[in-house]
Protein backbone atom coordinates (compact mmCIF):
# COMPACT_ATOMS: atom_id res chain seq x y z
CA UNK A 1 0.00 0.00 0.00
CA UNK A 2 1.21 3.21 -0.66
CA UNK A 3 -0.36 6.58 0.49
CA UNK A 4 0.29 10.18 0.20
CA UNK A 5 -1.19 13.19 1.02
CA UNK A 6 -1.00 16.09 -1.59
CA UNK A 7 -4.41 17.80 -0.85
CA UNK A 8 -6.12 19.85 2.35
CA UNK A 9 -9.55 18.39 1.71
CA UNK A 10 -11.42 16.38 0.74
CA UNK A 11 -10.68 13.56 -1.99
CA UNK A 12 -13.68 13.51 -3.63
CA UNK A 13 -12.36 11.54 -6.72
CA UNK A 14 -10.11 9.95 -8.51
CA UNK A 15 -9.43 8.12 -11.57
CA UNK A 16 -6.94 6.33 -14.34
CA UNK A 17 -6.55 6.86 -17.54
CA UNK A 18 -7.35 4.37 -20.48
CA UNK A 19 -3.98 3.24 -20.59
CA UNK A 20 -2.97 3.07 -17.03
CA UNK A 21 -0.25 5.21 -17.59
CA UNK A 22 -2.30 8.49 -15.32
CA UNK A 23 -3.70 9.44 -12.30
CA UNK A 24 -5.62 11.94 -11.54
CA UNK A 25 -7.29 13.18 -8.00
CA UNK A 26 -9.72 15.82 -7.77
CA UNK A 27 -10.25 17.47 -4.01
CA UNK A 28 -12.61 20.11 -2.02
CA UNK A 29 -8.86 22.12 -1.77
CA UNK A 30 -9.85 23.43 -5.35
CA UNK A 31 -6.97 20.77 -6.67
CA UNK A 32 -6.39 18.50 -10.00
CA UNK A 33 -3.38 16.90 -9.72
CA UNK A 34 -2.37 14.09 -11.94
CA UNK A 35 0.32 11.48 -11.00
CA UNK A 36 2.62 8.56 -12.47
CA UNK A 37 0.98 6.04 -10.48
CA UNK A 38 4.69 4.11 -10.62
CA UNK A 39 5.81 7.40 -8.93
CA UNK A 40 3.17 8.30 -6.60
CA UNK A 41 5.02 7.67 -3.52
CA UNK A 42 7.46 10.49 -4.32
CA UNK A 43 4.65 13.57 -4.03
CA UNK A 44 5.32 14.64 -6.83
CA UNK A 45 2.42 15.61 -9.76
CA UNK A 46 3.08 15.11 -13.73
CA UNK A 47 0.79 18.59 -13.71
CA UNK A 48 -1.44 20.39 -11.54
CA UNK A 49 -4.32 23.16 -11.41
CA UNK A 50 -6.29 25.11 -9.39
CA UNK A 51 -9.29 23.49 -11.69
CA UNK A 52 -12.88 25.07 -10.05
CA UNK A 53 -12.24 29.17 -10.47
CA UNK A 54 -14.75 31.00 -12.35
CA UNK A 55 -11.60 32.41 -14.13
CA UNK A 56 -9.80 29.47 -14.88
CA UNK A 57 -10.18 29.36 -18.64
CA UNK A 58 -9.98 32.79 -19.12
CA UNK A 59 -5.51 32.75 -17.37
CA UNK A 60 -2.88 31.93 -19.32
CA UNK A 61 -1.50 28.63 -19.95
CA UNK A 62 -0.19 27.10 -16.87
CA UNK A 63 3.71 28.17 -16.39
CA UNK A 64 6.22 25.72 -15.80
CA UNK A 65 7.26 25.33 -12.14
CA UNK A 66 10.68 26.28 -11.26
CA UNK A 67 13.07 23.44 -12.29
CA UNK A 68 10.63 21.37 -13.78
CA UNK A 69 9.29 20.51 -17.23
CA UNK A 70 6.20 18.69 -16.04
CA UNK A 71 4.95 20.39 -13.44
CA UNK A 72 1.83 22.86 -14.44
CA UNK A 73 0.00 24.76 -11.78
CA UNK A 74 -2.93 27.77 -11.58
CA UNK A 75 -2.96 29.84 -8.47
CA UNK A 76 -6.10 30.67 -8.29
CA UNK A 77 -8.94 31.64 -6.14
CA UNK A 78 -11.47 28.33 -5.92
CA UNK A 79 -14.24 26.44 -4.59
CA UNK A 80 -13.36 23.00 -4.75
CA UNK A 81 -13.71 19.96 -7.50
CA UNK A 82 -16.48 17.57 -7.34
CA UNK A 83 -15.40 14.62 -10.03
CA UNK A 84 -13.31 14.10 -12.56
CA UNK A 85 -13.17 11.54 -15.57
CA UNK A 86 -10.72 11.14 -18.61
CA UNK A 87 -12.10 10.76 -21.88
CA UNK A 88 -12.32 6.79 -23.40
CA UNK A 89 -9.44 8.27 -26.02
CA UNK A 90 -7.20 9.29 -23.28
CA UNK A 91 -6.67 13.14 -24.54
CA UNK A 92 -8.81 15.30 -22.35
CA UNK A 93 -9.52 14.76 -18.26
CA UNK A 94 -12.97 16.41 -17.73
CA UNK A 95 -13.35 18.03 -14.28
CA UNK A 96 -16.54 19.45 -12.53
CA UNK A 97 -16.41 21.46 -9.10
CA UNK A 98 -18.97 23.88 -7.10
CA UNK A 99 -18.90 26.74 -9.40
CA UNK A 100 -21.11 26.26 -12.35
CA UNK A 101 -18.16 24.86 -15.12
CA UNK A 102 -17.50 21.84 -16.31
CA UNK A 103 -14.00 21.66 -18.00
CA UNK A 104 -11.83 20.11 -20.37
CA UNK A 105 -8.11 19.60 -19.84
CA UNK A 106 -5.41 18.00 -22.15
CA UNK A 107 -4.50 14.71 -20.26
CA UNK A 108 -0.90 14.96 -21.04
CA UNK A 109 -0.22 18.77 -19.56
CA UNK A 110 -2.93 20.06 -17.74
CA UNK A 111 -3.69 22.92 -20.36
CA UNK A 112 -6.76 24.09 -20.46
CA UNK A 113 -8.92 23.28 -24.02
CA UNK A 114 -12.57 24.12 -23.19
CA UNK A 115 -15.20 24.82 -20.92
CA UNK A 116 -19.07 24.52 -20.46
CA UNK A 117 -21.34 26.96 -18.28
CA UNK A 118 -23.86 25.36 -16.40
CA UNK A 119 -27.22 26.46 -18.22
CA UNK A 120 -28.74 27.33 -14.56
CA UNK A 121 -25.90 28.08 -12.76
CA UNK A 122 -27.08 28.17 -9.03
CA UNK A 123 -25.63 24.73 -7.11
CA UNK A 124 -22.68 24.10 -9.29
CA UNK A 125 -22.13 20.77 -10.85
CA UNK A 126 -21.36 18.12 -8.44
CA UNK A 127 -21.04 14.90 -10.90
CA UNK A 128 -20.38 14.32 -14.25
CA UNK A 129 -20.13 11.17 -16.66
CA UNK A 130 -18.69 10.59 -20.42
CA UNK A 131 -20.42 8.41 -22.74
CA UNK A 132 -18.68 5.32 -23.69
CA UNK A 133 -17.88 6.16 -27.46
CA UNK A 134 -16.45 9.55 -26.06
CA UNK A 135 -19.21 11.48 -27.51
CA UNK A 136 -21.28 12.89 -24.57
CA UNK A 137 -20.96 14.03 -21.58
CA UNK A 138 -23.84 14.31 -18.32
CA UNK A 139 -23.20 16.71 -15.63
CA UNK A 140 -25.38 17.93 -12.54
CA UNK A 141 -25.17 19.26 -8.93
CA UNK A 142 -27.60 21.65 -7.78
CA UNK A 143 -28.31 22.67 -3.58
CA UNK A 144 -30.12 20.01 -1.34
CA UNK A 145 -33.91 20.84 -0.79
CA UNK A 146 -33.85 22.45 -4.78
CA UNK A 147 -35.06 20.91 -7.55
CA UNK A 148 -31.98 19.78 -10.37
CA UNK A 149 -31.66 19.43 -13.74
CA UNK A 150 -29.24 17.01 -16.01
CA UNK A 151 -27.68 18.11 -18.74
CA UNK A 152 -26.03 16.37 -21.83
CA UNK A 153 -23.18 18.52 -23.78
CA UNK A 154 -21.82 16.99 -27.07
CA UNK A 155 -18.21 16.45 -26.25
CA UNK A 156 -16.65 17.38 -29.41
CA UNK A 157 -18.31 20.90 -30.09
CA UNK A 158 -18.78 21.50 -26.18
CA UNK A 159 -22.09 22.59 -26.03
CA UNK A 160 -25.32 21.41 -24.28
CA UNK A 161 -27.39 19.68 -26.27
CA UNK A 162 -30.53 19.00 -23.41
CA UNK A 163 -31.50 19.95 -19.65
CA UNK A 164 -33.45 16.72 -18.74
CA UNK A 165 -35.89 16.66 -16.08
CA UNK A 166 -33.99 15.68 -13.27
CA UNK A 167 -34.45 15.25 -9.49
CA UNK A 168 -36.66 17.02 -6.68
CA UNK A 169 -33.19 17.53 -4.63
CA UNK A 170 -29.86 17.58 -5.39
CA UNK A 171 -28.19 15.63 -8.05
CA UNK A 172 -24.88 14.20 -6.87
CA UNK A 173 -23.60 10.78 -8.58
CA UNK A 174 -23.64 9.79 -11.82
CA UNK A 175 -22.93 6.43 -13.91
CA UNK A 176 -22.43 5.14 -17.60
CA UNK A 177 -24.23 1.95 -19.03
CA UNK A 178 -24.65 0.09 -22.23
CA UNK A 179 -28.02 1.94 -23.16
CA UNK A 180 -27.42 5.36 -21.22
CA UNK A 181 -26.77 6.46 -17.80
CA UNK A 182 -28.18 7.33 -14.29
CA UNK A 183 -28.69 9.93 -12.26
CA UNK A 184 -28.91 9.64 -8.75
CA UNK A 185 -30.16 12.28 -6.11
CA UNK A 186 -30.71 13.37 -2.79
CA UNK A 187 -34.48 12.57 -3.53
CA UNK A 188 -33.45 9.10 -2.70
CA UNK A 189 -34.06 8.37 -6.65
CA UNK A 190 -31.88 6.45 -9.34
CA UNK A 191 -33.29 7.74 -12.49
CA UNK A 192 -32.62 6.25 -16.13
CA UNK A 193 -31.67 8.12 -19.18
CA UNK A 194 -30.49 7.59 -22.73
CA UNK A 195 -28.51 9.87 -24.22
CA UNK A 196 -30.47 11.27 -26.58
CA UNK A 197 -34.30 11.12 -24.88
CA UNK A 198 -35.94 13.85 -22.75
CA UNK A 199 -37.51 11.51 -19.76
CA UNK A 200 -36.17 8.93 -18.02
CA UNK A 201 -37.56 5.32 -18.61
CA UNK A 202 -37.13 3.65 -14.97
CA UNK A 203 -37.05 4.85 -12.11
CA UNK A 204 -35.53 3.07 -8.61
CA UNK A 205 -36.22 4.06 -5.20
CA UNK A 206 -33.85 3.85 -2.31
CA UNK A 207 -34.08 4.55 1.50
CA UNK A 208 -31.36 7.22 1.75
CA UNK A 209 -30.06 9.77 -0.35
CA UNK A 210 -28.17 8.09 -3.53
CA UNK A 211 -24.39 8.93 -2.82
CA UNK A 212 -22.56 5.38 -4.92
CA UNK A 213 -23.58 4.30 -8.49
CA UNK A 214 -21.94 2.08 -10.76
CA UNK A 215 -22.71 -0.20 -13.44
CA UNK A 216 -20.41 -3.20 -14.39
CA UNK A 217 -18.40 -2.83 -17.46
CA UNK A 218 -21.19 -5.14 -19.47
CA UNK A 219 -23.77 -3.33 -18.48
CA UNK A 220 -25.58 -6.43 -16.89
CA UNK A 221 -25.37 -5.30 -13.58
CA UNK A 222 -25.96 -2.09 -11.43
CA UNK A 223 -24.81 -0.95 -8.05
CA UNK A 224 -25.93 1.41 -5.23
CA UNK A 225 -25.81 3.12 -2.37
CA UNK A 226 -27.51 5.04 -0.11
CA UNK A 227 -26.15 4.28 3.68
CA UNK A 228 -24.35 1.65 4.61
CA UNK A 229 -25.49 -1.26 2.43
CA UNK A 230 -24.36 -1.95 -0.91
CA UNK A 231 -27.40 -3.30 -3.35
CA UNK A 232 -26.38 -4.83 -6.49
CA UNK A 233 -29.14 -5.10 -9.47
CA UNK A 234 -29.52 -7.52 -12.34
CA UNK A 235 -30.25 -6.00 -15.43
CA UNK A 236 -32.91 -7.61 -16.92
CA UNK A 237 -33.17 -7.51 -20.75
CA UNK A 238 -36.43 -6.37 -21.77
CA UNK A 239 -39.09 -9.28 -22.98
CA UNK A 240 -38.90 -9.92 -26.82
CA UNK A 241 -35.92 -7.80 -27.46
CA UNK A 242 -38.13 -4.75 -27.34
CA UNK A 243 -37.84 -2.21 -24.80
CA UNK A 244 -34.60 -1.51 -22.50
CA UNK A 245 -32.95 -3.90 -19.70
CA UNK A 246 -34.46 -2.49 -16.51
CA UNK A 247 -32.96 -3.71 -12.80
CA UNK A 248 -34.47 -7.13 -11.40
CA UNK A 249 -33.49 -8.94 -8.80
CA UNK A 250 -31.61 -7.17 -6.28
CA UNK A 251 -29.06 -8.11 -3.62
CA UNK A 252 -27.50 -6.66 -0.46
CA UNK A 253 -23.96 -6.15 0.65
CA UNK A 254 -23.65 -6.07 4.27
CA UNK A 255 -20.46 -5.03 6.15
CA UNK A 256 -19.88 -1.32 6.25
CA UNK A 257 -20.39 0.37 9.87
CA UNK A 258 -20.08 3.89 8.27
CA UNK A 259 -21.94 5.93 4.65
CA UNK A 260 -20.98 4.14 2.09
CA UNK A 261 -19.38 6.83 -0.52
CA UNK A 262 -18.31 5.49 -3.81
CA UNK A 263 -18.53 2.28 -5.81
CA UNK A 264 -16.59 0.81 -8.55
CA UNK A 265 -16.22 -2.89 -10.68
CA UNK A 266 -13.01 -3.99 -11.62
CA UNK A 267 -12.70 -4.34 -15.30
CA UNK A 268 -13.93 -7.96 -15.46
CA UNK A 269 -16.96 -6.75 -13.09
CA UNK A 270 -16.19 -9.89 -11.12
CA UNK A 271 -15.19 -7.78 -8.05
CA UNK A 272 -16.90 -4.40 -6.59
CA UNK A 273 -15.04 -2.51 -4.36
CA UNK A 274 -16.57 0.33 -1.90
CA UNK A 275 -15.40 2.94 0.05
CA UNK A 276 -17.24 4.54 3.55
CA UNK A 277 -16.61 6.65 6.68
CA UNK A 278 -15.81 3.84 8.76
CA UNK A 279 -12.53 4.20 7.35
CA UNK A 280 -12.46 0.57 4.98
CA UNK A 281 -12.51 0.03 1.33
CA UNK A 282 -14.36 -3.76 0.74
CA UNK A 283 -14.09 -6.11 -1.88
CA UNK A 284 -17.31 -7.92 -2.86
CA UNK A 285 -17.70 -11.26 -5.00
CA UNK A 286 -20.53 -9.85 -7.22
CA UNK A 287 -21.74 -13.57 -8.02
CA UNK A 288 -21.85 -14.59 -4.45
CA UNK A 289 -22.20 -10.92 -2.51
CA UNK A 290 -19.18 -12.47 -0.47
CA UNK A 291 -17.07 -10.26 0.90
CA UNK A 292 -13.51 -11.30 -0.29
CA UNK A 293 -11.25 -8.14 1.87
CA UNK A 294 -11.29 -5.84 4.01
CA UNK A 295 -8.73 -2.52 3.66
CA UNK A 296 -8.04 -0.08 6.43
CA UNK A 297 -5.91 2.35 5.51
CA UNK A 298 -5.86 4.25 8.52
CA UNK A 299 -6.04 7.73 7.28
CA UNK A 300 -10.05 7.76 8.42
CA UNK A 301 -13.01 8.05 6.16
CA UNK A 302 -12.57 7.21 2.39
CA UNK A 303 -14.38 8.86 -0.30
CA UNK A 304 -13.27 8.49 -4.18
CA UNK A 305 -12.07 4.82 -5.63
CA UNK A 306 -10.75 3.92 -9.12
CA UNK A 307 -9.60 0.34 -10.53
CA UNK A 308 -6.68 0.25 -12.56
CA UNK A 309 -7.38 -0.45 -16.01
CA UNK A 310 -5.31 -3.70 -15.58
CA UNK A 311 -7.49 -4.59 -11.88
CA UNK A 312 -4.82 -5.33 -10.02
CA UNK A 313 -4.64 -1.60 -8.62
CA UNK A 314 -7.37 0.11 -6.95
CA UNK A 315 -6.62 3.89 -5.82
CA UNK A 316 -8.57 6.05 -3.42
CA UNK A 317 -9.07 8.97 -1.80
CA UNK A 318 -9.68 10.24 2.03
CA UNK A 319 -11.94 13.01 3.05
CA UNK A 320 -8.39 14.63 4.83
CA UNK A 321 -7.01 14.49 1.54
CA UNK A 322 -4.84 11.49 1.23
CA UNK A 323 -4.38 9.57 -2.11
CA UNK A 324 -3.48 5.60 -1.86
CA UNK A 325 -2.68 3.10 -3.96
CA UNK A 326 -3.78 -0.89 -2.95
CA UNK A 327 -2.46 -3.70 -4.43
CA UNK A 328 -5.42 -5.73 -4.74
CA UNK A 329 -3.97 -8.82 -7.00
CA UNK A 330 -3.11 -11.15 -4.09
Known amino acids: MIVIKPHTACVNCVAFSPDGNLLASGSEDAYVRVWNPQQLHTGRPVWEVAADSPDAQDSPAAQDSPGSDHVFEFVLESCGVSHLQFTPDGR ?157 QCRHFRGHTGQVQTLEFSPDGATLASSAHDGTIRLWDVASGQQLRAFAPGVGRLHGLAFAPDGLTLAFGSTAGHVGLLDVAG
Not at 136 to 162: K, M, N, Q
Request: proline share 6%; glycine share 16%.
Open 92 to 248: LLLTSGWQTHLRAWDAATGRPRWQVLKPRGYGGVGALAVSRDGRFVAFAGGWIGLPERVFVADVPTHTVLRSLPGHADACGVLAVGAEGFVSGGADKLVKFWTWGGQRNYHTLVLRGIVRGLAFSPDGRRLAAAGGKTVMVWAMDPPPHKKGRAKPG
